[in-house]
Nanobody, 124 residues
Framework: QLQLMESGGRLMQPGESLRLSCAAS????????VGWFRQAPGKEREGVSC????????YYADSVQGRFTISRDDVKNTVYLQMNSLKPEDTAIYYC?????????????????WGQGTQVTVSS
């Protein structure tokens, strides 16, 4: 059974760094495009980043460009989201997802499997 499991979320202070992990079971990430999404309280879920498996292309939302980095470790079958210079507006539940689509479309309907999410809170 294919499952995605996020981990690493916790309470952080503004300016700090945090790395989220997304581990897969029942599949390997090198068959899929991988994305990170987040949902802040009272807001819709939004796409944060995507890694295209075919050529390593990466996408970042404007709000995280230059601060977040997506990466993949094929040995550990894990995808990471390195988050630097955290801001209070980064507070959200972060989800990883995978899609067979060849594109990094950040619309939810394009993604086939989702993890349960991990909470990141940035507050002083």
């Amino acid at each position: 059974q294919l499952q995605l499991m996020e981990s690493g979320g916790r309470l952080m202070q503004p300016g700090e760094s945090l790395r989220l992990s997304c581990a897969a079971s029942g599949t390997t990430f090198n068959y899929w495009n991988v994305g990170w999404f987040r949902q802040a309280p009272g807001k819709e879920r939004e796409g944060v980043s995507c890694l295209r498996q075919s050529n390593g292309y990466t996408y970042y939302a404007d709000s995280v460009q230059g601060r977040f980095t997506i990466s993949r470790d094929d040995v550990k079958n894990t995808v990471y989201l390195q988050m630097n210079s955290l801001k209070p507006e980064d507070t959200a539940i972060y989800y990883c997802a995978i899609t067979m689509s060849p594109y990094c479309s950040m619309t939810e309907e394009a993604w086939n499997y989702w993890g349960q999410g991990t909470q990141v809170t940035v507050s002083s």
